[in-house]
């Protein structure tokens, strides 16, 4: 996978090194070994890094989720916040069943818990 391998030449030391030796066969036992873990390794490594991009997406795609949320909600307050300046008071019209300034901004408050709860 890698495209690295160790790899024990005949000929270790003086040259004419027998493969039967327990030195050589147990250094190519281990060589091989190596070689499987680095395989394994180089292995991992790469479904680790695709997961890393995957989850690295979806946070970029649920940052721009918030941001439209945060955009819509701040209209729907500000677009309350209007209607309330906009509608007249108990007090200011002495006439009962006018939404008051209480009203309005607890609809306020409602719209802003509400908005909470979507983007949670």
């Known amino acids: 996978m890698s495209g690295h391998s160790v790899r024990l030449r005949h000929g270790i030391g003086?040259?004419?090194s027998d493969p039967a030796d327990p030195?050589?066969?147990?250094l190519q036992q281990s060589a091989n070994l190596a070689n499987e873990n680095c395989e394994q390794?180089?292995?991992?490594?790469?479904?680790?890094?695709?997961q890393l991009r995957e989850a690295q997406d979806?946070?970029?795609q649920l940052?721009?989720?918030?941001?439209?949320?945060?955009?819509?909600l701040l209209a729907?307050?500000?677009t309350i916040?209007?209607?309330a300046?906009?509608?007249?008071?108990?007090?200011?019209?002495?006439?009962?069943?006018?939404?008051?300034s209480a009203s309005t901004a607890s609809r306020l408050m409602h719209t802003i818990r509400l908005g909470a709860y979507k983007t949670s």
Do not use: H, Y
Not at 63 to 72: F, I
Not at 89 to 98: A, D, K, N, V
């Open 14 to 16: 003086s040259g004419d």
């Open 23 to 26: 030195v050589v066969a147990n």
């Open 41 to 50: 390794v180089v292995a991992l490594a790469q479904m680790l890094s695709a």
């Open 58 to 60: 979806r946070i970029n």
């Open 63 to 72: 940052e721009r989720e918030a941001e439209g949320l945060d955009d819509q």
């Open 76 to 78: 729907e307050a500000k």
């Open 81 to 83: 916040i209007e209607e």
């Open 85 to 100: 300046r906009s509608m007249p008071t108990l007090e200011s019209t002495g006439q009962f069943g006018r939404p008051t």
